[in-house]
């Protein structure tokens, strides 16, 4: 396979591997974070504009993204685009499409790759940006950064395969070809949650594919996009490949889906807004000559079940682990642990007891396992939702927010949740476990399977024949046995649900790609 300069082929790189997580018990790793989070405190309060066409510009209004753990600290000032910005990119991008669709697929990957590689260098300073910014602890920062870096390198690699020669039958009277070529004009929508991870996975995927992109970053979690767009320019990406629209998503975000040179939305967030999207998306503007692509990944009521076959340390470790990392605030988290009625109380009380170990502070500090949660509207949510769980079932830990400032709220578990009560059909987004009980395992799984979403379950049981039905009968995209409910790798997990939690996208997967390209098929007559 012939290359140019910076361009890559498949034959010169090595199988994709999973990033390591660092550890965080190793003192140069300490003083390492501990330096990056320095470097990022000594930059906060920067004004950012918006990047339009590879151009730097202002705008007269602007906002900012506060540090959830002190509200008053501003973490970066944002020029904020309003609807004639957002027409001005996307006209830009669709004149900056027609050539870079060209750009071969082996250049497209070699500018992932070097984006990967910067960012494998910056892991620590990209870990600090969301310590500051959405109060992820160390860990759970550092899990984030890992898996941007797993998604760059395996889009790179997947882009060089789809690129190759596709098997096709052959007949002797025909030269018969299929390639996937790009679809045009992305709008790309990516949470806060996972600031990094899924939106360099949203943005890079697109770009790696031959579309041009419009990144409207989550505006809690700017900052993160906004350092990202400049290591992409470091890495050589073209200008213009990639806008930097912030801005309110009610505003620019229906002006981006609803123009008619967008071609595709890329979304993760939560359902209402997914399913705006996807209405608004139906609807063809005037002058518009394609059906638009929705890739919508809209959130989870996720369980973990456990029937009296379990490990039930390991079970009740588990469902601490997904219903609180990252506090709670996680599309994959566990917010229902259904346990069998005869190791109810047994498990419960493992729980309560992991529960009450977790340090709740500023996540600056290394010591402390659950920060804020992302803003005051959640803060408020989340303390409704505590309020509701009161009177729906018993409180067993946790209940009150933190006594500290702040958006802190007590990791909490509710036990005695009845399989419809709102706590158990209701995506909370926070530290809030609902329990509930089942008779018995054919129980578990009905109740495991009575809400409107369907994307991460567990499982935790010796049984084969109920590990059996499960596989069968458990309705969710990702389903893990006697393992966490949260944590899906790149390339290991490929992850999307089903029902109100998306078009099940499998991001990380080998399908992935092709949500952003279209397949022409080409066949020539032989003489």
Request: proline share 5%.
């Amino acid at each position: 396979m012939a290359t140019i300069a910076g361009s890559v082929s498949a034959e010169t790189l090595e199988p994709f591997a999973n990033q390591p997580f660092t550890d965080f018990t190793r003192e140069e790793n300490i003083r390492a974070q501990e330096q990056a989070l320095r470097q990022v405190e000594s930059e906060l309060g920067q004004l950012f504009p918006l990047i339009i066409n590879g151009e730097r510009r202002m705008t007269a209004d602007t906002f900012t993204s506060n540090n959830p753990a002190h509200p008053d600290q501003v973490v970066a000032v944002f020029a904020k685009a309003g609807v004639a910005e957002v027409n001005e990119a996307v006209e830009a991008a669709w004149k900056r499409f027609q050539t870079w669709q060209y750009t071969p697929a082996e250049e497209r990957a070699g500018y992932l790759l070097k984006a990967a590689r910067l960012m494998r260098e910056r892991r620590f300073y990209f870990n600090a940006l969301m310590i500051y910014e959405v109060g992820k602890s160390w860990p759970e920062a550092d899990g984030d950064t890992a898996e941007a870096i797993d998604f760059m390198e395996f889009y790179a690699r997947e882009a060089l395969r789809l690129a190759s020669k596709q098997p096709l039958t052959h007949i002797p009277e025909e030269e018969s070809d299929l390639v996937y070529i790009p679809l045009g004009v992305g709008a790309v929508i990516p949470p806060w949650n996972f600031p990094c991870a899924i939106m360099v996975g949203l943005t890079t995927s697109a770009l790696v594919t031959g579309n041009t992109v419009i990144l409207k970053p989550a505006s809690t979690a700017a900052l993160i996009a906004a350092r990202f767009v400049d290591l992409l320019e470091e890495a050589g990406v073209p200008k213009g490949v990639v806008s930097f629209l912030p801005g309110p998503g009610g505003t620019i975000g229906d002006a981006l889906v609803q123009h008619p040179l967008t071609r595709f939305v890329s979304f993760t967030g939560s359902r209402e807004v997914g399913l705006r999207i996807n209405e608004l998306a139906a609807h063809p503007a005037d002058g518009q000559i394609w059906i638009k692509r929705a890739v919508l990944e809209m959130g989870g009521k996720d369980g973990i079940v456990v029937d009296e076959t379990a490990d039930l340390d390991a079970a009740a470790s588990a469902i601490v682990a997904s219903a609180f990392g990252f506090q709670g605030q996680k599309c994959s988290a566990c917010s229902r642990s259904i346990l069998v009625d005869s190791i109810y109380d047994d498990v419960v009380a493992k729980v309560v007891e992991k529960t009450k170990q977790l340090t709740v502070g500023d996540t600056t500090a290394q010591s402390n396992t659950i920060g804020p949660v992302v803003d005051k509207g959640a803060f408020q949510k989340i303390q409704q939702y505590i309020e509701i769980g009161k009177s729906e079932g018993n409180v067993l830990v946790g209940g009150e927010p933190a006594p500290q400032e702040g958006y802190f709220i007590q990791p909490t578990v509710i036990g005695d949740i009845a399989p419809d009560a709102r706590l158990a059909q209701e995506e909370v987004f926070g530290p809030v476990l609902a329990i509930v009980k089942a008779r018995d395992f054919d129980d578990a799984l009905a109740i495991a399977n009575n809400t409107q979403y369907g994307l991460t379950g567990s499982l935790f049981s010796t049984d084969r024949d109920r590990i059996s039905r499960a596989l069968r009968e458990f309705h969710v995209g990702n389903l893990y046995i006697n393992r966490k409910s949260t944590g899906a790798l790149v390339g290991v997990h490929p992850f999307g649900g089903f029902n109100m939690s998306g078009t099940d996208s499998k991001a990380g997967g080998r399908d992935y790609l092709l949500l952003f390209t279209q397949a022409k098929a080409i066949s020539e007559k032989m003489r």
